[in-house]
């Protein structure tokens, strides 16, 4: 339930209000936003009375929350969250934020080369895996730490802000360090311990939606995050599983306007793993910009066939100068904009890991 | 397999070619494109020989098509099929050709109203069914004959062309007297009598995805068509089944990069079914412009709450037009522009049946 | 809604309910039961209020049905249908009847002795596609009507009776002129007209799941041939579209246990469709059993490595002399046994049609 | 790949190819099976040379592993895995070894009550979740340490091993103090770090297939598990996700034979998950014992509807004991026999925490 507050009500009021919820035994959230303060009540709260605050001083109304999420629901918050990155990058904000790079770190060389020409290309942030989550327990399994250290060394020398996975609530810490936006990958959209630990974290946090997941299912995995007092989430959808052999999984951009009719949190696509085929890749973030995305997120390699994971969906460096060209045009269609490409931070000298 | 001619191979050596191939006990078709001339070998082909072919007069390479199917792939066929209706529309030229009308023929001034909306908005075609394959015996099943008179008569008014289903094979006949496509909707792609009875009919085609059908089994459902000597095939994305109850069905627009890779022949999205909600209908037709789509099919009633059929998934014809200047802009964004509205035959003094 | 009739009504009393619903402009169904004779109302009776019934002579009460098919559901018919074929062969009273042959007749000796084989293994019927509904034009498509003589003859020579697939309406007449049960395929599950055609025909059907068909779907396409009048309704649950290799289909026993509760029309389990893998067959024939099916549906073939279709999932006729014995043994533990092998009817001295 | 001994082969000719084997810079892993003595290669292995080792005294063959995941295949070892629990139950000897009880512990008194009434009917093993992964950060989380009080202190006083979750890598010691046998759940089927730490601690592991887990992935999961030395996994059906609500999962029993053809590893069934539904639980049951596996989890509670979580599919104590009647009997039909019931340790006066 969320008790919603009059224009101008005064922090007594809401205080009051406060008390009686802690009274209750349930846990007050109070929420400051542009149109109205709200306070919402966390707990499970199926039997409290709105009457025992309608009518209360400074209280507007009662409005009980029908879905089964609640912080991230349209109904407790209207006004859609923005994510901030380092170097002004804004998810949410209107503008389409392009995250690339390769599937894993691979070397130094590897992931510095790469992040430059993306940063050329208008990318707006670096993505690349230090912990890869595999399949097989044979397959390489990441650089790890110095996976880590790469891509900050990669960030000081492009001011591209950093996106990589973290596999366990036991590395969350670690990941932070060097992170800008914490990874949750699809494999792990329910593993509940991380996504607690990621909540506590406060950096901003990248969700990928399940294999399998529904929309409901995303929107309650992300309601673990906010539940830790960590607004920031970013959903990503990234391709259900389907029968069709002719693509690795089934790009489901229906969930984009879904997800925004019933939840204030930005979501981005991921036509990369969504589709598992290079020459679907480019039409396909095409779509997803149409579709009202908040951002990209694209696989590339400098050289796909030697690549250690993911070859066949990274596209060429070439491509990708090409689908940023594409998806501007498509962007400014609809009145929006690519996101910015940050500044280097110029004043630090030397990278930190050299 | 596929004979490849050289160029400027005459009259003489073509017919050879063909003489061999029934000497041979298949059926030669013979095609002549802008860029080669091919005659294609139908039937069980696996055994012969290209060696029986190359070094013959005039032939120019001997080309085994790898794909279960033949006529419908690019391999078989480089250069796009463009599908021609009435008034100069044209599917497949690289304009974006919006079919717009409501999911079943009610009445004559249900039809003939939005008719004249949709012409006004910019649709190239109408749709309505006239025969309604429904899942309950209990159901409304269409309007049947009646509804043709009336589409015939929305087409008199409007100049529009019409789509329209046609449910089984003894009734093709009928429905081809009064359409100017035929629908095969998605329950009846792998209905092979009526996909031999609409390849027999010569006119134009709109094979509708069936819901869980693989690209594969689409394009083979095409195939029986071409294989009946109808090349007018409409390839239409209408969303497959899927676990998640927050649309009806998952539209996979990814099937269109596919499609446009493995087969030469126009598929266009139908968003309304593929999503079966109407606040992401819009979303998603933008989003299948962008992705490559050929045209657009779009539910469209005068007044969706008291539809009789798929009223949750129709626009308001308001909402229908913003949807249309959104869409050519998107399309614009891409160098294409939507398709011809079609001129009324105002020479026609009355409708054909009043 | 149903009229249900106290014990003891009489004629003239279900008469007079019968003519109230033909006032209220409904179709009525009377339908005496060993427990209860009630009165269906068929039609849109959304509207229909019950205290129109309830208080007339002889009323027990008017019970209202509530899923969106009515004739096949339990509230409409308590009793459990049994459809009875020529033979003695009766599907659905509590035996395991199965039915087994080659997914299509290939030539007279192949079809006259595998059922031979098959009869001294146990079965109770014959299958075997006539007609066959294939996803590439160039496969091969069945020996049609010589294949039917071919089954008539089988019959002649074993008596068993036959199951066989009608493709269209058109060919409905036709089909059952040799037929003892009309197979709808899973492709034409939602054929409609093809669905009232058997309806009409007066023929058993055996109505395959579609391949991503739900329970309610399959249930509703089951009650457009109950709709026209015909009750001889078998269900077959062949396993629904999956994501894993690993099998042609997913085979959803589940469906048993289901139907059994939702309807009173019997279901059989088809393992050769619904694993499409060899090795797979038996274990999930005999899960089948347990679970309740009311049969088997199984793919025998003399030389499966040479048949012209689905060779993968066919046993050899000694795999199948297994299955039945262990199908024997699990049916007997839950108090059931296999279906009788009806006499060969020594009487007719020549086949049919020779 | 698998370096095969001759019959007889001496301990020093199997070190020296385990010499070889890491002088290549790989893994041996020697295993002396009943029928042959085989060593192993684990790592990258593709560029192995076979005859490196054909030809060393005393190997009979190199045989190279195909399938993507090695020590779980068939290939590497044909002889079934059995996993013995306390009091003699032994999971994958060809009984079907009953696991049962509630989805989560509740209380002392439920838990307590119910393994008594579960050992009474004959079941083997007792289940109960003390942490629960569950979809809403606001729902019941289960009593987690204290949870697992209560079922030790159950399995003192009936003697049932136990089976209950761990749900994230640093809880695993601590679940590892009191359960027999380790679960994974099947939103955790891809958590590599939990399958590690599981693999490591040597208790028996329990490993549910994922939501749209193929069976190969399952079995590169199972692969992470014995990559790390521990050899006792017992893989579990629970369903996979599909599209009809008429069931919560579909329960893919096709995995049973496919598993058992490709893998010596047991495999067991949960129709509680799989199908959601109390009256299919017991169908299905019957279905999995008939199809091969090698046991049952079944969720019971003393009192369902007031069940904290899964009320709607656990059954009443008296459903469990019917089941377990008609289960021994389908067992009996194949020549097996239910799991037995362990002896309480009566030795032990008082629970380990009490």
């Not at 802690?22 to 199926?46: F, Q, W």
């Amino acid at each position: 339930m969320l008790i919603v507050m009059k224009h101008g009500a005064s922090h007594e009021q809401i205080a009051a209000v406060v008390k009686v919820i802690e009274e209750l035994g349930y846990e007050a959230r109070p929420m400051g936003g542009r149109n109205r303060t709200a306070v919402g009540i966390v707990g499970n709260d199926g039997t409290v009375d709105p009457g025992r605050f309608v009518g209360m001083p400074g209280v507007s109304e009662a409005v009980p929350v029908s879905k089964p999420y609640k912080q991230v629901s349209r109904e407790w918050k209207d006004e859609p969250t923005v994510v901030e990155l380092p170097g002004g990058v804004r998810i949410g904000d209107g503008s389409v934020v392009v995250i690339a790079g390769p599937c894993a770190v691979e070397s130094r060389d590897q992931i510095l080369g790469i992040a430059r020409a993306l940063r050329d290309a208008g990318a707006s942030a670096l993505r690349g895996g230090a912990y890869k989550p595999r399949t097989s327990p044979y397959s390489f399994q990441g650089l790890q730490e110095e996976g880590l250290e790469y891509l900050a060394e990669a960030r000081e020398a492009t001011g591209l802000p950093i996106v990589t996975e973290a596999l366990e609530p036991g590395l969350v810490d670690l990941v932070a360090q060097y992170a800008d936006v914490l990874q949750v990958g699809a494999r792990n959209m329910q593993n509940y311990p991380l996504l607690r630990a990621v909540g506590a974290s406060r950096k901003p946090v990248l969700l990928k939606r399940g294999m399998s997941a529904t929309i409901s299912e995303l929107l309650l995995a992300a309601e673990y995050v906010l539940a830790e007092g960590n607004p920031n989430v970013i959903l990503c959808e990234r391709g259900v599983r389907g029968f069709d052999p002719a693509s690795r999984n089934v790009l489901d951009l229906t969930s984009i306007p879904v997800v925004k009719e019933r939840s204030h949190l930005p979501i981005i696509a991921d036509p990369s793993h969504g589709t598992g085929v290079r020459s679907s890749v480019t039409p396909m973030a095409l779509a997803a910009v149409a579709a009202g995305a908040d951002g990209l997120m694209i696989e590339v390699h400098p050289d796909p066939p030697s690549a250690r994971s993911d070859g066949v969906q990274s596209l060429y460096p070439d491509q990708f100068v090409e689908l940023m060209g594409r998806a501007e045009v498509v962007a400014r269609a609809e009145g929006r904009s690519l996101g910015p490409v940050p500044p280097v931070k110029a004043q630090r000298a030397a990278p930190v890991h050299s």
